[in-house]
């Protein structure tokens, strides 16, 4: 049985219009452990009932970047006043490169200097690097401290925040050193994406669109029919995108927080993707970006294995392409590529597991004869940008 057939299809495969009228919209993510909400809205961050009933502190620290704390910090830390006595804000430096030891340390070194106390509230407001960074620190800091995710990209939006997955990156591997860590509640304020760089919103709607052929053909047609709304940032669609993205999201992490199984469909396009990002050095290609072509890799790779018929790398082409995501891979050489997917957190035992589809809306884990791997990697360094 593939793993997607574990997720009961009247959650997945759920209707998909786009909500009606205004207020935020709210998302439960339960673990059996730990259960959390995701608010989805314009206006959140200034919005009293959005920072209600979280845990009371003497302090909170808003953790941030040099990029976004000018734009959005100020709003935030107006709302956190009223909660707690305390609020400091701490900019780490921007960029996926300094998803690193020194600035994660540098969390570690402002809550001891602020004498921050075990139940010291941090606050992740920024895209998937302050998040995963955030959440890593708010893990280890005194064995562990609550936090929360203002999640700033719609990459974190309906992706990084949710979930629990924390982590900087090793110089030997993206993510490689994190924690399993739920949030106690994500914010997700519409209105911050107004501040975003289109090439970062795309970006992200490459994790919206793969919540499509992992597990919701519906939601993927849905996708295709509202992309320009989507691209023009319409408020209506983004709400709906964001909020199916995350009832995908939290349905699977529901069922495997831990990544025993189901959760790795999650990682489809990111075994590829992971290679183009570390090849290619931190940074060149944004994460977004490598998942797009990853996923036109892995559905190559499904067609190659007999699993789905060729049509549908058409369609999944068509859509990236549309969307504005790359599809050509970088000629990193194809044991360059196989060297760094062979690290990968999915493999076992030195066999590289991808994520490849069964059918459009479902996806499973298997291995691939190298044969075939070096095929996609062959044909992904000459694939046309045409739709
Ligand atoms: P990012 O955090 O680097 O943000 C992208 C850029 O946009 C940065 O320069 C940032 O400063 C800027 N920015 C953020 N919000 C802004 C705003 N509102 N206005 C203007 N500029 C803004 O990148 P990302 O795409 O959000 O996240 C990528 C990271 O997320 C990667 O490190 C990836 O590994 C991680 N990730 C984690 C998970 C998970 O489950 N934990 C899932 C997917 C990705
Ligand atoms: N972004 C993959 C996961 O959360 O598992």
């Not at 996926?96 to 030891?101: F, G, L, S, V």
């Not at 993510?175 to 519409?190: A, E, H, S, T, W």
């Not at 059918?359 to 004869?369: L, N, Q």
Request: charged residues 20%.
């Amino acid at each position: 049985m593939g793993i997607a057939e574990q997720l009961p299809s009247a959650s997945l495969g759920a209707p998909t219009s786009a909500p009606q009228g205004g207020g935020h919209q709210t998302v439960c993510v339960d673990t059996g452990r730990e259960r959390y909400d995701i608010l989805i809205g314009s206006g959140l961050l200034a919005e009293p009932q959005a920072w209600t009933g979280l845990p009371k502190a003497s302090r909170a620290v808003v953790v941030s970047n040099e990029t976004i704390a000018p734009l959005w910090a100020e709003r935030l830390v107006q709302a956190l006043r009223p909660h707690y006595p305390q609020v400091t804000v701490l900019n780490l430096p921007d960029g996926e490169a300094h998803k690193d030891w020194p600035a994660l340390n540098s969390i570690f070194n402002h809550l001891l200097e602020h004498t921050a106390d075990r139940k010291t509230m941090l606050f992740a407001l920024g895209g998937g690097v302050v998040g995963d960074i955030t959440g890593f620190a708010a893990g280890c800091y005194m064995r562990g401290v609550p936090f929360v995710q203002v999640p700033t990209t719609l990459l974190a939006q309906v992706d990084s925040s949710v979930g629990g997955k924390t982590a900087i990156n090793h110089p030997l591997g993206k993510n490689m050193i994190g924690l399993f860590y739920q949030p106690k509640r994500v914010v997700c304020d519409l209105d911050t994406l107004n501040t975003l760089p289109q090439r970062e919103f795309i970006a992200g709607l490459a994790e919206v669109i793969k919540y499509g052929p992992i597990a919701d053909e519906g939601f993927l047609g849905w996708i295709e029919d509202h992309l320009d709304a989507l691209l023009a940032r319409d408020t209506g669609a983004l709400t709906h995108a964001i909020r199916r993205s995350c009832e995908i999201k939290a349905e699977v992490v529901g069922q495997d927080e831990k990544e025993g199984g189901l959760r790795a469909i999650l990682n489809f396009g990111h075994t590829f993707g992971h290679a183009i990002e570390s090849g290619l050095g931190y940074g060149q290609w944004l994460h977004g970006e490598a998942v797009g072509c990853g996923m036109r890799m892995a559905t190559d790779l499904s067609v190659r294995l007999g699993l789905v018929p060729p049509a549908t790398l058409q369609r999944m082409h068509t859509l990236l392409v549309r969307a504005g995501l790359p599809v050509r891979a970088p000629d990193l050489g194809g044991d360059v590529y196989l060297d760094w997917m062979g690290r990968d957190k999915k493999a076992e035992a030195g066999d590289i597991r991808f994520v490849v589809l069964e059918s459009m809306g479902r996806a499973v884990v298997r291995k691939a004869p190298e044969a075939v791997v070096r095929g996609v990697l062959t044909s992904a360094v000459q694939v046309s940008a045409a739709p």
